[in-house]
């Protein structure tokens, strides 16, 4: 399976956008396996540094994670504040907390604007990137959290084996 649409202006990315090795992750915020990449995943973006982009979709499993949403909302409305990356961390190094009160307390330790914050969790515009990103999950063939995309194709595999196989091929 290939990786529908191509990362394009609407993702946040990672590193390097014209690194040679493109890693795209379809996670949910509240899936306990997705935790567990994210330290395989920061491994990988500082040790490649700028041989390497990452990008993360939005894959919120919502019948099974009932505050998956809701968490990438407040990633996406701490993105419109300049701190979709330090919210998409908080997030995963913190995951027994994904209450709203601990959403606004994530946005406080980043020094968001919390009012704007809130406001912004709301937003159509954020609800539809969402949505978007889901969307592209399915038409990718993603069916399960976390699905890794390496160059635009599906890797069978979990972070671990991600990791494996770039640190044989990359240099």
């Not at 390097?16 to 493109?22: Q, V």
């Not at 969790?121 to 038409?139: H, N, P, V, W, Y």
Request: negative net charge; glycine residues 8%.
């Amino acid at each position: 399976m290939s990786l529908h649409p191509e990362v394009n202006k609407k993702d946040h990315i990672k590193g390097d956008s014209n690194a040679n090795l493109e890693i795209v992750e379809f996670g949910d915020f509240q899936c306990g396996h997705c935790g567990a990449a994210h330290p395989v995943v920061e491994k990988i973006i500082k040790e490649f540094g700028n041989q390497v982009s990452f990008v993360f979709r939005n894959f919120p499993l919502s019948e099974m994670h009932k505050n998956a949403r809701e968490a990438a909302k407040a990633a996406e409305a701490a993105a419109i504040q300049g701190k979709y990356w330090e919210m998409h961390n908080r997030i995963f190094e913190n995951q027994e907390y994904l209450q709203s009160n601990d959403f606004i307390a994530h946005a406080e330790k980043l020094g968001l604007d919390i009012e704007k914050f809130k406001n912004d969790m709301e937003l159509t515009s954020i609800a539809e990137k969402i949505d978007d990103d889901f969307e592209s999950g399915i038409r990718s063939g993603v069916n399960g959290t976390p699905s890794f995309f390496v160059n635009g194709k599906k890797f069978d595999g979990d972070a671990v084996n991600l990791l494996a196989v770039i640190e044989g091929t990359v240099e």
